[in-house]
């Protein structure tokens, strides 16, 4: 790839995780889960362990394009109660880093800031969301999300029910 189309590579991935992070904040987990591939995978280490690995560590989420769609059909039903009423999240990201993976995917990385608002109270989630994309069409699909939260426990925040 030229130099000149690297600043358009990085706005194309930018808008693509702008998108992705007003998806989230807006709740429209429908539309958000369509960003994902057929066989994707979407990861979130346990904050003791930020590099486990799904397949010999326990982690929080190791969801397959089948549990994520379960995912958001639950936590958007009326039986997650932990989201009913839903929190209130605003999604800052930033230091976005993209790099050519080969087969036309990308290796994306961004950290990310999440504030929720739920019950009277404010709580920060920080961390970073490291990606596969892969160009489809026009536009691009997730094909990994693996999301490492910075904090060394949920004893404060109590619990991940909302998508970081």
């Given at each position: 790839m030229t130099a000149d189309a690297r600043p358009a590579l990085r706005e194309l991935v930018e808008t693509f995780l702008f998108r992705e992070a007003?998806?989230?904040?807006?709740?429209?987990?429908?539309?958000w889960v369509d960003l994902f591939t057929e066989d994707a995978r979407y990861v979130v280490p346990t904050t003791d362990l930020p590099e486990g690995d799904p397949s010999q560590?326990?982690?929080?989420?190791?969801?397959?394009?089948?549990?994520?769609?379960?995912?958001?059909?639950?936590?958007?039903?009326?039986?997650?109660?932990?989201?009913?009423?839903?929190?209130?999240?605003?999604?800052?990201?930033?230091?976005?880093?993209?790099?050519?993976?080969?087969?036309?995917?990308?290796?994306?990385?961004?950290?990310?800031?999440?504030?929720?608002?739920?019950?009277?109270?404010?709580?920060?989630?920080?961390?970073?969301?490291d990606y596969i994309l892969r160009p489809e069409g026009e536009d691009l699909k997730i094909a990994h999300r693996r999301a490492v939260l910075d904090l060394e426990s949920l004893s404060w925040h109590g619990a991940v029910s909302i998508i970081f």
């Open positions: 007003a998806l989230l904040d807006d709740w429209d987990l429908d539309a560590d326990l982690v929080f989420i190791d969801d397959d394009i089948i549990r994520l769609r379960a995912r958001t059909v639950r936590l958007t039903g009326v039986g997650a109660h932990r989201e009913n009423p839903r929190s209130r999240t605003r999604r800052f990201v930033s230091n976005v880093r993209v790099e050519e993976a080969g087969n036309g995917e990308l290796s994306v990385s961004a950290n990310v800031l999440v504030y929720r608002f739920r019950g009277g109270e404010a709580a920060p989630y920080v961390g970073a969301i």
